[in-house]
């Protein structure tokens, strides 16, 4: 593909029920982010995979927050038990680790009524 | 704690004119320093990556500094146009990035 693609690219959904969101990366980009932007706020880092290594899970959250990477490529951020406090952009990213430069795709917006 | 500062006000400019940026930061030792466009509802777009041993890097009408000792980056757009409109972020790091909240440039016809 030409980018980074996510889906869906708006979600809503009431508190308490889990969401799934999908982040297919640029071909060949061995590392992938995970970021949430809250209106007006930065960046918020959630997690990183490179290639086969554990993933930095250092930015989750909570427990209620997990993701995982199939085949070095395709990526799932899971949120469990969704909070009104989780509405936010959630926002996935390629890179060549060695080029840091990373690219985004469009993001999910994500409401919890 | 590691901080960055972008300012928060929206920078705006007449057209033709010189647009800087600034990043500042705190506690915190870069490797690289980054900046990104963001238009609204839309992802982060990368424009320029300067390392800490760089001082200064340009890429058309765009211009970066990185001043180590002052913890200060500076982003110019010359000859500013409307469609330059957006946010800029600037992102630091080492190993995973640390973006700042952004500044909102508006550049007027």
């Known amino acids: 593909g030409a980018g980074v693609s996510q889906s869906p690219s708006n979600k809503v959904t009431e508190k308490g029920k889990d969401v799934e969101l999908r982040c297919d990366p640029i071909s060949g980009h061995t590392a992938l982010y995970w970021y949430r932007q809250s209106l007006g706020q930065g960046l918020e880092f959630l997690i990183y995979?490179?290639?086969?290594?554990?993933?930095?899970k250092s930015g989750l959250p909570s427990d209620r927050f997990s993701a995982e990477r199939t085949g070095g490529s395709v990526s799932t951020l899971t949120i469990q038990r969704t909070q009104q406090e989780d509405s936010a952009v959630y926002l996935c990213a390629s890179s060549f680790v060695e080029r840091n430069e990373q690219f985004f795709g469009p993001g999910t917006r994500l409401t919890v009524l | 704690s590691q901080k960055i500062e972008q300012n928060s006000e929206a920078l705006n400019i007449q057209e033709g004119k010189t647009a800087t940026l600034t990043c500042n930061y705190t506690?915190?030792?870069?490797?690289?320093l980054q900046w990104y466009r963001q238009d609204p509802g839309r992802g982060p777009v990368f424009l320029l990556l300067?390392?800490?041993?760089?001082k200064e890097k340009r890429k058309e009408r765009l211009k970066v500094t990185f001043d180590t000792t002052l913890k200060q980056s500076l982003f110019h757009i010359t000859a500013s146009q409307p469609a330059d409109s957006a946010t800029y972020l600037c992102a630091l790091g080492s190993y995973i990035p640390t973006f700042g909240r952004g500044t909102s440039l508006i550049v007027h016809p």
């Open positions: 506690n915190y030792s870069p490797a690289y």
């Open positions: 995979f490179q290639g086969n290594s554990a993933p930095d």
């Open positions: 300067i390392r800490e041993n760089e």
